[in-house]
């Protein structure tokens, strides 16, 4: 597992922690572990407990390429526009068209099965793709992944996330980057270790 803390556009390796340093924080996290308990129910009370786990929208491309088409994905509607609702999956052993989503559209999570033939996801224009929380799960058996076909399509942290590819194949990025108003977050870059599955370029 490797990790990157990623501000202004520039990625870092950052160190693990160590046993040691955890022993002598545990007190410390255990009073923090406390208060965002203690938050996390505040939260429930004001919005009414709605929370609810990110559903999995599995596109096919059945009509075109457009990512906001409806019909390209199962149970005809695309996943919202935000950081937290949805995950994009794909799962299928072929694709009638590749996706090629909006500028600057978001999405909460990518989730590639075991099932899956190669995926490429194109930007409109120069255009990005902003990954929420969920970061990218690439299951074992799944074919190759590919964020952004030229070089001036981006791939936009929402938060710190985990790239996680279990596949014997790649996980290739063109560009990353993070939102400017978030300052400093991190990309943890786990699975199989094979050298060159994980490709930011």
């Given at each position: 597992m490797r990790s990157f803390s990623q501000s202004s556009g520039n990625i870092q390796r950052t160190k693990p922690v160590h046993g040691c340093m955890c022993q002598r924080q545990t007190s410390r996290?255990?009073?923090?572990?406390?208060?965002?308990?203690?938050?996390a129910i505040a939260l429930l009370a004001v919005f009414g407990g709605n929370a609810h786990a990110q559903t999995?929208?599995?596109?096919?491309?059945?009509?075109?390429?457009?990512?906001?088409?409806?019909?390209?994905?199962v149970g005809g509607t695309a996943p919202a526009n935000n950081?937290?609702?949805?995950?994009?999956?794909?799962?299928?052993?072929?694709?009638?068209?590749?996706p090629v989503a909006p500028n600057n559209r978001q999405i909460a999570g990518i989730q590639v099965g075991a099932s899956s033939n190669a995926v490429t996801i194109d930007y409109t224009g120069s255009g990005s793709l902003v990954i929420g929380a969920s970061g990218i799960t690439v299951a074992s058996g799944a074919d190759?992944?590919?964020?952004?076909?030229?070089?001036?399509?981006?791939t936009?942290?929402?938060?710190?996330?985990?790239?996680?590819?279990n596949s014997a194949n790649a996980l290739a990025v063109r560009r990353i980057r993070t939102l400017a108003n978030l300052g400093t977050v991190t990309l943890t870059l786990s699975g199989r270790e094979n050298p060159g599955r994980e490709l930011i370029s």
């Open positions: 996290l255990r009073l923090r572990a406390v208060s965002l308990a203690a938050a999995v929208i599995n596109w096919t491309g059945g009509t075109d390429t457009a990512w906001a088409t409806g019909s390209n994905w950081l937290t609702t949805n995950i994009a999956g794909f799962n299928s052993v072929s694709y009638a068209n590749q190759a992944l590919s964020l952004g076909a030229t070089v001036n399509d981006y936009d942290l929402g938060a710190s996330q985990t790239w996680e590819n």
